[in-house]
């Protein structure tokens, strides 16, 4: 089935809702179907993984009307998604200034942007079922947050999307560790950061337009995304979804790492870098000679347009580009003589 069916279907089997809420429900699917395609999967698979239309169209009818702590989510239809506060968005600051900043979450995405001025802070709107501690110590400020119970409710989509921001002031070049889970990762636009840990998983992970010391991001299930970050060392790990590196700068180290799917680097440079898959392509664009890297590359039923083991005296950067099933097509901003 196509997301157009899929959708018509759904629809239609939406009668007990306003117009206004009937489109909540089919764009919140079309996300999902579009992050699943994102991840590497055909749009076919994606829907099947959700189950009938009409029995979710009967699911989200029969619990309209009624109130959400008495609703059991249905197995085996989508992931769960918390549920969103009537009222707007509370703030919570850091009372000095920090060296390290900790986020923790469940089942809810997370943003990461800069602001002109004032504390670490993170703005979140929390729901009864939502357990939030925030501690400040020894320099470090922790946001940690629990859902008391991981229940989905259909209702909660027509309250909005949710999601943590934590904003840090530009003068804040400190350590940033954020976690979550089935929902994804946003940083943008940070400057001179220490280091900076993003993990998830089954949901995307992207860092745009960033500067920070080393950076990683693991996550399994999810897509991870960069594009114009520069720092010293990079290491992105996932499973089953892509890795795209574009305009990005990590001169000690660049470590892509995924499984079922490919990997892609445009305009990048690092002195050592490693593109490791299984089942997926390795394509790249890479600053520099060729001649200046010691390359190891192997793959197998695929084309490889690489030496298989090739170093010699002098060369002071490292390449390897390891796949199978797909092929390998790395090539450099500065033509072979």
């Not at 079922?260 to 392509?281: C, F, L, P, R, W």
Request: proline letters at 6%; a negative charge; charged letters at 15%.
């Amino acid at each position: 089935m196509n997301q157009e069916t899929f959708l018509r279907e759904l629809a239609a089997g939406l009668s007990k809702l306003s117009e206004q809420e009937r489109a909540q429900v089919l764009d919140y699917y079309r996300e999902l179907i579009f992050d699943g395609v994102e991840n590497g999967k055909s749009e076919e698979a994606v829907i099947q993984d959700f189950g009938s239309p009409r029995d979710i169209a009967a699911q989200i009818s029969a619990e309209y009307h009624t109130p959400a702590s008495a609703q059991q989510p249905a197995s085996g239809t989508v992931p769960p998604v918390p549920p969103q506060p009537v009222g707007g968005m509370q703030t919570y600051a850091a009372c000095n200034p920090v060296g390290a900043v900790m986020i923790s979450a469940q089942n809810i995405s997370v943003q990461v942007q800069p602001v002109p001025d004032g504390p670490v802070r993170v703005l979140f709107s929390p729901c009864d079922s939502d357990r939030i501690t925030v501690t400040e110590e020894n320099g470090v400020f922790t946001f940690t947050h629990m859902m008391q119970h991981l229940l989905f409710h259909w209702q909660d989509l027509f309250r909005g999307p949710r999601s943590i921001l934590l904003q840090l002031p530009v003068s804040f070049h400190g350590d940033i560790s954020v976690t979550t889970c089935n929902s994804k990762i946003t940083a943008e636009n940070l400057r001179e950061i220490g280091s900076a840990n993003f993990t998830n998983n089954n949901a995307h992970i992207s860092v745009t337009n960033t500067e920070c010391r080393t950076l990683q991001l693991k996550s399994s299930n999810g897509s991870l995304k960069l594009f114009g970050v520069t720092g010293e060392a990079c290491t992105a790990i996932t499973s089953n979804s892509r890795i795209s590196v574009e305009n990005s700068r990590f001169p000690a180290q660049l470590q892509l790492h995924t499984s079922n799917s490919s990997i892609q680097v445009e305009q990048s440079s690092s002195d050592n870098i490693s593109m490791k898959t299984a089942n997926g392509s390795i394509s790249a664009m890479l600053a520099g000679d060729a001649r200046e890297y010691a390359i190891h590359s192997h793959t197998s039923n695929g084309q490889n347009n690489l030496p298989t083991d090739w170093s010699y005296p002098g060369q002071t950067k490292h390449l390897s580009a390891v796949t199978s099933n797909a092929r390998i097509n790395v090539k450099f901003t500065a033509p072979a003589v």
